[in-house]
């Protein structure tokens, strides 16, 4: 599956709001679908960036040598996933999906997650 079907399919995921795949080393995203006035995909790949630049060198500082799957940032009415593609242990990408909270079922939206992430090819 390329970019633009993951996208695709990221965005049938119940409650999905946003859906980004980014290269965390430049904070580019290669490829948004979704988002709008309230949900700047580019500002999130920007910011997401940092967040997994952080906890990337927070591990390294701890001698943790276990790849991170997700990291999952929730507020009062969003869940922000992220998740870091196999191929990140060679490149540096990771899929953003921004869900509404009222409508998203997280286990599943993170199972789906996991089945794209699976499909996809670059």
Do not use: C, W
């Not at 080393?25 to 979704?34: I, P, V």
């Not at 967040?51 to 790849?67: C, E, N, Q, S, Y």
Request: hydrophobic share 50%; aromatic share 4%.
């Amino acid at each position: 599956m390329d970019i633009e079907p993951a996208l695709k399919s990221a965005m049938n995921i119940d409650g999905a709001l946003g859906a980004a795949l980014v290269d965390y080393d430049s904070g580019m995203a290669l490829g948004t679908l979704g988002g709008g006035r309230h949900l700047d995909l580019e500002v999130a790949a920007a910011g997401n960036t940092e967040v997994v630049r952080a906890k990337v060198r927070t591990m390294a500082a701890l001698g943790i040598t276990d790849d991170i799957e997700d990291i999952l940032i929730t507020s009062g009415q969003q869940y922000h996933l992220i998740r870091m593609l196999p191929a990140a242990r060679t490149s540096t990408l990771f899929m953003y999906l921004a869900l509404d909270r009222s409508r998203a079922n997280l286990a599943l939206a993170r199972h789906e997650l996991r089945q794209i992430e699976k499909a996809l090819s670059i």
